[in-house]
């Protein structure tokens, strides 16, 4: 399930050193605008310590996570809509992916310098909110040309369709982000088949230096207080200090270095986890000897579709699934001893798979 997750940023914000970090790609990260100047694609395994523990009762064979993909997109300026500095590139880019990272500078180093002179990440998130909402605009635009021909012909559905896009223009012409809007029915259709960039759901990053990563500064708080309105989470992450953890050769090392720096985990396993979140996906495993693995589906998805990520022959032949809740194998611990006590339960082809389940499934083709 190739779904992708876009950092974006203006440029010297920590975007690459992010990326760096939770890929080890090795993308360049340089003291200068536009660093990155194609998009670097990386593969990232999803942190889910579910899995740890099923492959410590289980002791499979090998163990498999699931992963989702980070996108770098090179950095953006004022003008992007119009194709200043790589605007086209940039919005072509994000036009790709399926939801947005926004990385934000709350940081100052002297030795790196900052394209607007000083810091302020209201002022930049503004800076790219404006661009992505302008290049909006031209879509809709070009849809309301289209629609408005059709609406000629007096037909109801096609001066529903025009009346929405007035809508949504309007909400744009606000400097207000189209996933703000809240439409139902065929208007929430229009909206998802205009493909509009400030539709797509989005996380906020605050790169901070080391002191500021457990309890942010002043420019944290001033970003916060800027997007509490706003349907988005927002964590704190030095991508310094993930750099460095990234470059330590043992768990151990890695441990000591985050209990110095009196966090819990990595900021990159909290960054993916909320990624995971924000493109709207859930995890199921399968367990058994040979193998202990984590599948990615979407949120309400029923069983048989759930099946065919495995393989379509699943999906095709499905018969019933065979589940077992993740909790019940935890204080269980073994199948055996979850059938003894009648806790697997046997589903049909309406059931919606849950976040964590263990799932068997059963098909002819």
């Not at 399930?1 to 920590?14: D, E, F, H, R, S």
């Not at 926004?102 to 310098?113: A, E, K, L, M, S």
């Not at 819990?264 to 909320?274: D, F, T």
């Given at each position: 399930?190739?779904?992708?997750?876009?950092?974006?940023?203006?440029?010297?914000?920590?975007k690459s050193t992010l990326f760096n970090a939770l890929t080890s790609a090795k993308a360049l990260a340089a003291n200068y605008p536009f660093a990155t100047k194609d998009p670097n694609i990386g593969i990232i395994t999803v942190p889910d310590e579910r899995l740890d523990k099923l492959t410590e009762i289980i002791t499979p064979k090998q163990t498999v996570p699931?992963?989702?993909e980070i996108v770098d997109i090179a950095g953006l300026i004022k003008g992007a809509s119009k194709g200043e500095g790589l605007g086209n590139q940039f919005l072509a880019n994000i036009r790709e992916v399926d939801a947005i990272v926004?990385?934000?500078?709350?940081?100052?180093?002297?030795?790196?310098?900052h394209v607007d002179g000083d810091v302020n990440p209201v002022r930049d998130k503004e800076i790219i909110d404006t661009e992505l909402i302008l290049k909006d605009i031209e879509t809709v635009e070009k849809r309301m040309d289209r629609l408005r021909k059709l609406a000629k012909t007096a037909k109801k559905e096609d001066l529903q369709a025009l009346a929405t896009a007035e809508e949504i223009m309007a909400h744009l012409n606000q400097g207000k982000p189209a996933r703000s809007l809240e439409l139902e029915g065929d208007a929430a259709e229009l909206l998802n088949d205009m493909y509009l960039m400030t539709s797509k759901p989005i996380l906020y990053v605050c790169n901070v230096d080391e002191a500021s990563v457990v309890d942010g500064n002043e420019h944290t708080k001033r970003f916060m207080e800027a997007v509490k309105d706003e349907p988005a989470e927002v964590i704190l992450i030095s991508a310094e200090i993930e750099s460095q953890i990234a470059q330590m050769d043992t768990i151990e090392e890695r441990k000591e270095y985050l209990e110095m720096m009196g966090l819990?985990?990595?900021?990159?396993?909290?960054?993916?986890?909320?990624c995971y979140k924000l493109l709207n996906l859930i995890t199921y495993f399968t367990a058994g000897e040979k193998e202990v693995r984590a599948w990615t589906i979407h949120r309400g998805w029923k069983a048989p579709k759930a099946a065919g990520v495995i393989h379509t022959d699943f999906e095709k032949g499905f018969i019933r699934a065979e589940v077992i809740k993740y909790e019940d194998m935890i204080t269980l611990g073994s199948e055996a001893a979850i059938k003894e006590v009648g806790k697997m339960a046997v589903e049909g082809k309406e059931y919606v798979v849950k976040d964590g389940d263990i799932m068997h499934f059963r098909f002819n083709v």
């Open positions: 399930m190739a779904l992708q997750c876009g950092i974006v940023g203006l440029p010297n914000v920590g699931t992963s989702i926004h990385v934000v500078r709350c940081f100052v180093d002297d030795n790196v310098v819990h985990e990595p900021g990159v396993n909290r960054l993916i986890k909320s």
